[in-house]
């Protein structure tokens, strides 16, 4: 994007707009005890509305964050974490739900899969995944899929329920990586009424809850 990707401008309900962070943020607030901003440890967000954070390693991908996000956690007695990528701005608590009713039913994790893809940072963790995403960082994984190839602390695997998107909700399961990606998306929230992050429709949902005993297993 030539830019942190952050900080571009996303409109919101009030006409204005708001940086894609902070549109994330806004999205997990009705679903979240408290929200927080992971960034980089060279990173900076003036003025943000929230706590942030640094990962546990600057540089080093998704799983350094997510480290950092349940370590904080399962040190603050939370039951877990609720990702969102700040580039993923037309996700809505129609896409967020279904994760929590996932872990609510006894998976430690639930992502969404879309076109085959694991999406990673629209996810639940509960902190039983703290441990082993640390043992799978430490041991030079940077996937945060890598942490369902660790056992819990007591020794059991990890449940991992992937949800596959519909064709539907796979239009609202997309990242922004690039400026085509950028306008194409503010074009769909503008024709879809996501702006600001107002729910839409749910989506039509698929489930695959099996335990799963490596990073790439279906």
């Known amino acids: 994007m ?3 990707k952050a900080v571009l401008p996303w409109p919101d309900e009030s006409g204005g707009s708001v940086a894609l962070y902070v549109r994330a943020g806004r999205a997990l607030a009705g679903l979240c005890e408290r929200v927080e901003v992971g960034v980089g440890r060279a990173g900076r967000l003036p003025d943000a509305p929230w706590p942030t954070f640094v990962d546990v390693e600057d540089g080093a991908g998704p799983l350094a964050g997510l480290v950092a996000a349940l370590e904080r956690a399962e040190r ?3 039951d877990g974490v609720l990702a969102l990528a700040c580039d993923m701005p037309l996700v809505t608590e129609g896409e967020l739900r279904p994760l929590l009713e996932a872990v609510e039913r006894g998976a430690d994790a639930a992502l969404w899969v879309v076109d085959g893809h694991d999406q990673p940072l629209c996810s639940v963790y509960r902190t039983t995944c703290a441990a082993p995403a640390r043992r799978a960082f430490d041991g030079g994984a940077r996937r945060p899929v890598a942490i369902f190839a660790e056992p819990a602390a007591d020794g059991r695997l990890l449940r991992l329920e ?4 519909s064709e539907n909700s796979a239009l609202r399961l997309v990242n922004v990586n690039t400026t085509t990606d950028y306008d ?3 074009r769909d929230a503008s024709r ?3 702006e600001g992050g107002r729910a839409v429709a749910g989506p039509d949902l698929a489930r695959d809850g099996s335990t799963h005993r ?5």
Not at 162 to 165: C, G, L, N, V
Not at 214 to 218: I, K, L, V
């Open 2 to 4: 030539g830019q942190d």
């Open 76 to 78: 603050d007695g939370l």
């Open 162 to 165: 992937r949800i596959h998107a």
């Open 184 to 186: 194409r998306a503010l």
């Open 192 to 194: 879809r009424g996501a």
């Open 214 to 218: 490596g990073p790439h297993e279906r």
